[in-house]
């Protein structure tokens, strides 16, 4: 007898290479395999030819009318047949299936699934219908190692032991409450339906179970998390309360406030898991600043990392410029890839000794060898450049910081409760006053010109440009701008001022060079590749001119022109494009509307539609084997309302009432892909 926690091999048929595939599917056991749910139904159900439309799948019942005619031409066969279908003849034709005419005689009744062609009144066959069989047929997922047809035969064969078996993961108050099926009748209801209704009920339930599971595993990392003995920052409030006097600006309300919410962790015995979230150019690099002094002040050191050399060079110059116009002695030191072998061997042995109060890098922090003499708390900015594998690998770091993780990207609510579940999430939701909106135009390439007169009398009374080109080198298509040229361009258009140009390819030195020559108005105008796209903050440059630019994304382009703006001169964007579909017009259209990331965020999705969005992995969106979390948003809020109610119960894994759920989760940890 087979049971639910018995390996997929224990089934006949399941050799080596079958359970190689299955377990490419994510099919370890029983259990497993019998989650494994179809994506749809092919409706077998009969119908009329008047109720069907051409191109159809369906299933048509009738009498034959005319015996069985098998032509042969070549290696390939066609078998033909009439049938009458009240009152109305249908001509069927089945391909490469001779041995169909065995089967049939003129007066039977018989059904027969195929694709309806209406105008010749004709049906290409594809099977045979008993007319036992039910009325709707599962489609699995299936990969090149194993068909769907074997699933759904190992499926048959593992129900036909376990069924009735299960209990139910999802705790009966909580079925009660939204009308959900038992597990034994939920999973039947999937692979065996009765009809679409019974396939519908099954799905619900089904798409529920899998939000519940996951929200309680997000709960309980939350958890974990929190009850991890993190040590409380003992920090020094007045020590920081100078520092913030010292600044070069008066910190927003929304500033002070994510200040507030991140100290209040960092005092707590208990791990802090926070994101900051705040449209770019609203500030967040000196929040960062705040945490990591106030960490330092406590005897600890911080860490920040960015996703590129050229912004964690500039964290690192901002950083100790902040400390020291406060006249705070700290040691604030720059860790990236670049390093000589002799400089980063020093650098690591102070750190490891704490003499390094902030370090400052890119992803090279990761690297094993990379040890704090006692890390309090580890900042990530442009989170959602990194990956939650990154984020994991920080906290794995030997001790478990603090984290705050810090994006200008806006979270819609489906990744909130999802990607982000186990975070906490303060917002920065104002800009610092004094900003004026940045103006945003669009230019085709024909009025280039005018663009580069427009830069020029920008620079002419003291402001800096930007100009940035989607590609590195020429390509193929002669039509992309690259850099290098519109750089050589650019120097014989205005040969009065210094142009730099920046790109990938560069030395971290010579990126660091031309960033720091730009920052000091000894280059006016930077003609970049994307690199800059991130984080970059030289409050002089009032102009991003961006070439070909339906060919960024909305997001990249909203983080283009959040690259000025940044100081109290009036700033501009203007978007060179000549776009050649709606979708980029679109973009462009909505970049020129708002100055809003929310709204472009918003817009962004829709642009995109939810299909894409789950398709591209860049969302963060997990993947869900049978609920769509952008579709049934409503079900996972539902899902994360109830997961939190149940483990804010005392004693809530004790009561028999969720032991099957208490089981599941602990016998499905170890291979749980949202987690990885
Ligand atoms: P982002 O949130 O995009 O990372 P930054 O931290 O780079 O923004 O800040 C953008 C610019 O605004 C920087 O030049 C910074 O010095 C300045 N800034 C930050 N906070 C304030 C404030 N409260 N008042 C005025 N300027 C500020
Ligand atoms: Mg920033």
Not at 181 to 196: G, K, W
Not at 357 to 380: N, R
Request: net charge negative.
């Amino acid at each position: 007898m087979i049971t639910r926690v018995d390996n997929v091999d224990i089934l006949p048929g399941v050799g080596p290479k079958r359970l190689t595939a299955l377990h490419e599917l994510g099919i370890f056991t029983i259990e497993d395999l019998i989650s494994y749910f179809p994506f749809r139904y092919e409706d077998l159900g009969e119908r009329l030819p008047s109720e069907t439309l051409d191109g159809d799948k369906v299933t048509f019942k009738g009498i034959v009318s005319a015996p069985p005619v098998v032509t042969r031409f070549g290696k390939k066969n066609q078998t033909r047949f009439g049938l009458l279908i009240a009152r109305e003849n249908i001509r069927i034709t089945f391909f490469n299936q001779p041995w169909i005419a065995q089967n049939i005689d003129v007066g039977q009744e018989v059904a027969v699934y195929g694709t309806y062609n209406a105008a010749k009144a004709a049906l290409t066959g594809m099977k045979m219908i008993n007319a036992s069989t039910d009325a709707l047929d599962p489609i699995y997922p299936s990969s090149k190692q194993i068909t769907a047809k074997t699933i759904r035969h190992l499926i048959e064969l593992a129900w036909a032991d376990i069924r009735g078996t299960l209990d139910s993961l999802v705790p009966i108050e909580i079925r009660t409450k939204y009308r959900l099926l038992d597990r034994n009748t939920q999973i039947e209801s999937m692979h065996f339906p009765v009809d679409m209704t019974a396939a519908k009920a099954g799905r619900r339930s089904a798409a529920f179970e899998e939000f519940f599971i996951f929200q309680m595993r997000l709960q309980l990392l939350k958890l974990a998390d929190q009850n991890f003995a993190g040590e409380g920052v003992v920090y020094d409030p007045s020590a920081l309360g100078k520092f913030e006097l010292s600044l070069p600006f008066k910190l927003t309300k929304a500033q002070k406030k994510v200040i507030a919410e991140i100290l209040q962790d960092q005092k707590r015995a208990r791990h802090m898991n926070r994101l900051l979230q705040g449209d770019v150019g609203s500030g967040k690099t000196v929040v960062a600043a705040m945490a990591m002094y106030a960490v330092v002040t406590a005897g600890m050191q911080a860490a920040i990392m960015a996703p590129t050399e050229i912004l964690a060079q500039q964290h690192a110059l901002n950083m100790a410029q902040l400390f020291e116009n406060a006249n705070i002695p700290l040691r604030v030191e720059l860790l990236t890839s670049g390093l000589k072998v002799s400089a980063r061997r020093q650098l690591l042995e102070d750190l490891v000794n704490g003499e390094i109060d902030i370090l400052v890098g890119t992803h090279a922090l990761l690297q094993p060898d990379v040890a704090f003499h006692h890390l309090g708390l580890a900042v990530i900015d442009e989170q959602h450049r990194f990956g939650v594998n990154q984020r994991a690998a920080l906290r794995e770091n030997g001790v478990n910081p603090d984290i705050l993780a810090m994006t200008a990207t806006p979270i819609p609510r489906t990744l909130s409760i999802t990607a982000y579940g186990e975070m906490d999430v303060s917002v920065i939701d104002q800009l610092p006053s004094g900003r004026k909106e940045i103006k945003t135009t669009r230019m085709s390439h024909n009025q280039l010109d005018n663009a580069i007169a427009f830069v020029k009398n920008q620079i002419d009374v003291g402001a800096q440009a930007y100009i940035v080109t989607p590609l590195i080198e020429e390509s193929e298509s002669l039509d992309v701008q690259n850099a290098t040229a519109m750089y050589e361009a650019m120097q014989l258009e205005l040969p009065q001022y210094k142009i730099g140009l920046l790109h990938g390819r560069l030395s971290n030195e010579e990126k660091k060079k031309l960033m720091a020559e730009f920052k000091d108005n000894q280059i006016q105008i930077l003609v970049a590749t994307t690199v800059i796209e991130v984080g970059v903050d030289v409050p002089n440059a009032t102009v991003m001119l961006i070439l070909d630019a339906d060919r960024f994304g909305l997001a990249q382009l909203h983080q283009l022109r959040g690259r000025v703006g940044r100081g109290s001169r009036q700033s501009y964007t203007i978007l060179v494009a000549d776009p050649k579909t709606d979708y980029g017009t679109a973009r462009l259209d909505a970049m020129v509307e708002t100055t809003n990331g929310f709204i472009l965020a918003q817009k962004d999705l829709e642009l995109r539609g939810s299909g894409d969005i789950l398709g591209t992995k860049q969302s963060g969106v997990p993947e869900f084997m049978v609920g769509d979390p952008i579709k049934d948003l409503t079900m996972m809020e539902i899902a994360q309302q109830e997961a939190i109610k149940l483990v804010s119960e005392e004693n809530w894994d004790r009561k028999p009432n969720n032991q099957a759920l208490v089981d599941y989760l602990s016998r499905t940890m170890a291979h749980y892909r949202h987690f990885d």
